[in-house]
């Protein structure tokens, strides 16, 4: 079955920089565009950033645009996000979620992780 | 991009019918059928209910059924169930080749 696993999270200062991972297993990593999605406390869902599943497409949220990268290793069926210049706005419970369609990335999310919490304060 | 417009609340009796609309534009919902939906319980992981407007994810229930006319998606549930009450997100594919999602509803079941 589909699992996604999410590591990584802590408290972090502001500036300070944090990265995070999501082991995938239980389908054919390679083939799926990943998503990061976070949530502030009490909050709703924010989109955060997508890789597609080769790596060659990369897109950001406007809020993290410059400050986070989006990252993946195929052989590893590992999806990250280097998060730099961390703002104490950017506490949030990050999700990893997949794709729906194989090879393309139609912002579907059919599996999610069970997200790990950043925390940014000084 | 700007989220989706969602009613913050909505709610209703055992066995009633609920929609939850979810407003966007012509660059995101009116442009594409990538309309989804997503069930949040408090401390859970959100869960895809319905995928390309109207399509069912194996296992969900046939209460939820979804529809789009124009710039507005909504959300039927059906046979209202105590075990609906939960937050529930839409999201939508746009132009900027990045998905966007809603503000958000919580649903009650009184």
């Known amino acids: 079955q589909v699992q996604l696993v999410e590591s990584g999270g802590g408290v972090v200062q502001p500036g300070r920089s944090l990265r995070l991972s999501c082991a995938a297993s239980?389908?054919?990593?390679?083939?799926?565009?990943m998503h990061w999605v976070r949530q502030a406390p009490g909050k709703g869902l924010e989109w955060v950033a997508v890789m597609w599943y080769d790596g060659n497409n990369k897109y950001y949220a406007d809020s993290v645009k410059g400050r986070f990268t989006i990252s993946r290793d195929n052989s590893k069926n590992t999806l990250y996000l280097q998060m730099n210049s961390l703002r104490t706005e950017d506490t949030a419970l990050y999700y990893c979620a997949r794709d729906s369609e194989p090879f393309v990335a139609v912002g579907t999310f059919d599996y999610w992780g069970q997200g790990t919490l950043v925390t940014v304060s000084s | 991009q700007s989220a989706l417009t969602q009613p913050a609340s909505v709610s209703g009796s055992p066995g009633q019918s609920i929609t939850i609309s979810c407003t966007g534009t012509s660059s995101d919902v009116g442009g594409y059928n990538y309309v989804s939906w997503y069930q949040q319980h408090p401390g859970k992981a959100p869960k895809l209910m319905i995928y390309e407007v109207y399509n069912r994810p194996s296992g969900v229930s046939n209460r939820f059924s979804g529809s789009k006319s124009g710039n507005t998606a909504s959300l039927t549930i059906s046979g209202l169930q105590a075990e609906d009450e939960a937050d529930y997100y839409c999201s939508s594919y746009t132009t900027s080749s990045t998905p966007v999602f809603g503000g958000g509803t919580k649903v009650t079941v009184l």
């Open positions: 239980g389908f054919t990593f390679y083939t799926y565009g």
